[in-house]
T-cell receptor, first 108, second 112 residues
Framework: KNEVEQSPQNLTAQEGEFITINCSYS?????LHWLQQHPGGGIVSLFMLSSGKKKHGRLIATINIQEKHSSLHITASHPRDSAVYICAVSSTGNQFYFGTGTSLTVIP | DTAVSQTPKYLVTQMGNDKSIKCEQN?????MYWYKQDSKKFLKIMFS???????INETVPNRFSPKSPDKAHLNLHINSLELGDSAVYFC???????????FGSGTRLTVV
C-alpha cells in the first residue's frame, strides 16, 4: 500500500464542471504538495499546504490534518486544465512520497 | 531566463556507459532535488540537497551519485548504465521550507 493514495485515477469532465480530486496519506507530514503535469511532461507546483485552505485562481486546495486528507478542487473547469494531478507529501521523517496521479480530461 | 534548467533534454546511450545530467537553478533556493519518473509515470524522489549537503538519499543504486558544487547546481552522475535506468529524470528546487517548489523540464534517458 502506498503512503499516498489518490482518487480517482482517471476523471473525465465536461467544460464548466466542478472537479474534486482526493488525496489520503498514512504518514505524519510537514507539508503536502499538489503538482500538475501537462501532457508535454512538464511539472508545475500548484500548492504547498500544511493546514487549512489555499486558493489560486480557479484552483482550491484544502487539507485536514486530523483525517490525513486533502482535496484539490477546480471550479469552472476548462480543457486547458487537462493534465495529471499529483499529490505528494513531505513526511516528518524527511521522506518524500508521491501519489500515482489523477489523469483529468476536460471535454469542450 | 529558465528558473530550473536541466541538460540535456534527451539522452540516448548504450548499456554500460557513464553519463551525467546537469541541473542549475537561478532562484536562490536552498534545496535541490532529483526525481525519477518511470514508464508508468510514477514519481519517486532520489536525492535532496540543502546548501550543498545531502539530506535525503533514497534507496537508489550506488551507480547514481549526486554532485553539488554550489547551492545553485545539483548534477546527477550515473555509472554503468542499465536498461532499467531508462526514465525521465526531473530536477527541482525549493526554499528550505518547501515554498516555491519549481521543477526542471526533465531529461528523458533511454538506455539501449
Amino acid at each position: 500500500k502506498n503512503e499516498v493514495e489518490q482518487s480517482p485515477q482517471n476523471l473525465t469532465a465536461q467544460e464548466g464542471e466542478f472537479i474534486t480530486i482526493n488525496c489520503s496519506y498514512s504518514v505524519g507530514i510537514s507539508a503536502l504538495h499538489w503538482l500538475q503535469q501537462h501532457p508535454g511532461g512538464g511539472i508545475v507546483s500548484l500548492f504547498m499546504l500544511s493546514s487549512g485552505k489555499k486558493k489560486h485562481g480557479r484552483l482550491i486546495a484544502t487539507i485536514n490534518i486530523q483525517e490525513k486528507h486533502s482535496s484539490l478542487h477546480i471550479t469552472a473547469s476548462h480543457p486547458r486544465d487537462s493534465a495529471v494531478y499529483i499529490c505528494a507529501v513531505s513526511s516528518t521523517g524527511n521522506q518524500f512520497y508521491f501519489g500515482t496521479g489523477t489523469s483529468l480530461t476536460v471535454i469542450p | 531566463d529558465t528558473a530550473v534548467s536541466q541538460t540535456p533534454k534527451y539522452l540516448v546511450t548504450q548499456m554500460g556507459n557513464d553519463k551525467s545530467i546537469k541541473c542549475e537553478q537561478n532562484l536562490g533556493h536552498d534545496t535541490m532535488y532529483w526525481y525519477k519518473q518511470d514508464s508508468k509515470k510514477f514519481l519517486k524522489i532520489m536525492f535532496s540537497y540543502n546548501n550543498k549537503e545531502l539530506i535525503i538519499n533514497e534507496t537508489v543504486p550506488n551507480r547514481f551519485s549526486p554532485k553539488s558544487p554550489d547551492k545553485a547546481h545539483l548534477n546527477l552522475h550515473i555509472n554503468s548504465l542499465e536498461l532499467g535506468d531508462s526514465a525521465v529524470y526531473f530536477c527541482a528546487s525549493s526554499h528550505r521550507t518547501g515554498d516555491g517548489y519549481t521543477f526542471g523540464s526533465g531529461t528523458r534517458l533511454t538506455v539501449v
